[in-house]
């Protein structure tokens, strides 16, 4: 099954049309002050330390989808390690690109996918809608710096997920700065928070019915997809990085908001054919695959057509796809 909430797994969402940004969205990037020769940022006080640990990793509900392999559920041991609490900012990615003068897949394409009731852009810079997934619109000038299109700034929402990045993308980010993207297994024991067998990182009930207390516990969609988002949450497509309650190791947003790389390359038999046999310890997913592994879901999730935002929840795009949808966190070395 496609993952509705990304213009196509396995696909690019860019057009590969390998022409540069128009001189204008070049232009009017707002980039923080600071010397191209700038040190990597310290990421240790946003970091949260993951215990070492022995978790039951997959779909223990028997409600994800057979083509995303989520089972069976097997034992996994992981070492501790530091993770940031939340997925990186526009904010801090304009450091990494000032420092580095790096430019996106999104923007050697010319083009990336925006939400069809998000984007600014002007109707030429509107190019098609996204095969199979017709509420991604191709937009010109959509990238890091334009998450909505070229009528967009990053500098609107700083402290919001940087969207727009490949994975690709996302590794030169964590090689200026010192860091990784986290394996599969790192991070849903990390999402999970401590809690064993759950659905979600706060529990198995998608919302609060407590009185005095928020209802939604991360963001989806709420609405009829794709046409009308009552925005019950708050958003209608990206929150802050550090919004809703974190989970119990103090990890912000593993469900909804953006979905997030992992290393790990995807194979959907993985779980089946190469992790039954006893406890498995720090896997690093398989030598190949079909797309590199997302995790969280996104803003676009909903229970109707894709829940995807559950924990054991997994999907895959190319190491070159990127949309307004997709984000990553880091692992310290």
């Avoid at 034992?75 to 580095?100: K, M, Y």
């Avoid at 430019?103 to 810079?125: C, M, N, P, W, Y």
């Avoid at 509107?126 to 500098?155: E, K």
Wanted: aromatic share 10%; glycine share 10%.
């Amino acid at each position: 099954m496609a993952d509705c909430c990304s213009p196509g797994a396995g696909t690019r969402a860019h057009s590969g049309s390998g022409k540069s940004l128009p001189l204008r969205a070049i232009a009017d990037r707002p980039i923080p002050g600071t010397s191209a020769q700038s040190a990597r940022p310290s990421k240790e006080a946003s970091d949260v330390v993951i215990p070492a640990g022995t978790f039951a990793m997959g779909d223990p509900f028997n409600e994800g989808y057979d083509d995303d392999g989520e089972s069976p559920v097997h034992e996994v041991f992981v070492a501790q390690f530091r993770i940031s609490a939340a997925t990186v900012t526009n904010e801090e990615f304009a450091e990494f690109v000032n420092a580095t003068g790096h430019r996106t897949e999104s923007e050697i394409f010319g083009t990336s996918a925006v939400f069809h009731l998000a984007v600014k852009a002007e109707t030429q810079d509107i190019l098609n809608r996204v095969n199979n997934v017709p509420w991604w619109l191709n937009v010109r000038g959509a990238d890091w710096s334009h998450p909505a299109g070229p009528l967009s700034s990053w500098s609107e929402i700083p402290d919001h997920p940087v969207t727009h990045v490949s994975h690709n993308d996302a590794l030169a980010y964590c090689e200026w700065a010192g860091r990784r993207l986290p394996t599969e297994a790192e991070w849903e024991y990390a999402a999970r928070g401590g809690l064993a067998g759950h659905r979600y990182p706060w529990g198995n009930d998608l919302h609060n019915d407590a009185p005095g207390q928020d209802a939604h516990n991360c963001n989806i969609w709420q609405g009829e997809f794709p046409s009308r988002n009552t925005i019950n949450d708050g958003y209608l497509t990206t929150a802050p990085a550090k919004s809703f309650h974190p989970n119990g190791y103090g990890l912000y947003q593993t469900s909804g908001n953006v979905w997030e790389w992992c290393s790990d390359w995807f194979l959907p038999k993985y779980y089946k054919t190469c992790l039954t046999q006893g406890t498995v310890e720090n896997p690093k997913g398989p030598s190949i695959g079909r797309g590199r592994v997302m995790r969280g879901g996104s803003y676009l999730c909903h229970d109707s057509y894709c829940n995807r935002y559950r924990l054991a929840a997994r999907s895959s795009n190319t190491p070159d796809s990127a949309s307004g949808n997709l984000g990553f966190r880091t692992v310290a070395l």
